[in-house]
Antibody, heavy 119, light 118 residues
């Protein structure tokens, strides 16, 4: 089955760090660029970060630049998001997404992992 | 950075209605626009890419069009399963032709349009 499964979310205090993981299955992971997209409670979608298939190109949204780091391990079919200096504004459901080649769009989404930043 | 503004924010409609959602960009886009549908408690579903290309398996009552700074998503005859929130999305700094990223990644979503029962 083609799917993405996120993990690593939870309740964390402001200022602390958390690492999210996403395991891909059912497709050739290293053929695809991958992204993290988040959704704040009751709000819309916000792109967080993206990485190309060979990890040479990365990008970050303005609100996380300098605090979050995206990476991937193609041998493990895994995508990661290292989140440092977390604030309450980072509280959200974090989705791992697959970019459909030459479309600029996300054709596969995980179920999301919830990150709650609170003291 | 490119900003995307959707209108309306909430759209009240009935089954069988023709509905149109607009996504306006702060500057001209290169035809790079996608649309998603999201239902409560679910991940977004990919509907349309490159402004007007329907993703495989998406019903033909969905259509997209537009260029420059104005894009639309139309549902020709609203069905009960279509009541949801819709988002547009643009991917900046990416060449459709070469499939290459330039200047890193930059991407934006619209704020969403909720289609609800009238």
């Amino acid at each position: 089955e083609v799917q993405l499964v996120e993990s690593g979310g939870g309740l964390i205090q402001p200022g602390r760090s958390l690492r999210l993981s996403c395991v891909a299955s059912g497709f050739t992971f290293d053929n695809y660029d991958m992204h993290w997209v988040r959704q704040l409670p009751g709000r819309g979608l916000e792109w967080v970060s993206g990485i190309n298939s060979n990890s040479r190109v990365k990008g970050y949204g303005d609100s996380v630049k300098g605090r979050f780091t995206i990476s991937r391990d193609n041998a493990e079919n895994s995508l990661y998001l290292q989140m440092n200096s977390l604030t309450t504004e980072d509280t959200a459901l974090y989705y791992c997404t697959r970019e459909a080649p030459r479309t600029g769009a996300f054709d596969l989404w995980g179920q999301g992992t919830l990150v709650t930043v609170s003291s | 950075d490119i900003q995307l503004t959707q209108s309306p924010s909430i759209l009240s409609a009935s089954v069988g209605d023709r509905v149109t959602i607009t996504c306006r960009a702060s500057q001209s886009l290169s035809g790079w626009l996608a649309w998603y549908q999201q239902k409560p408690g679910k991940a977004p579903k990919f509907l349309i890419y490159k402004a007007s290309s329907l993703e495989s398996g998406v019903p033909s009552r969905f259509s997209g069009r537009g260029s420059g700074t104005e894009f639309t998503l139309t549902i020709s005859s609203l069905q009960p399963d279509d009541f949801a929130t819709y988002y547009c999305q643009h991917y900046d700094s990416y060449s459709l032709t070469s499939g290459q990223h330039y200047n890193g990644f930059s991407l934006a979503f619209g704020q969403g349009t909720k289609v609800e029962f009238k």
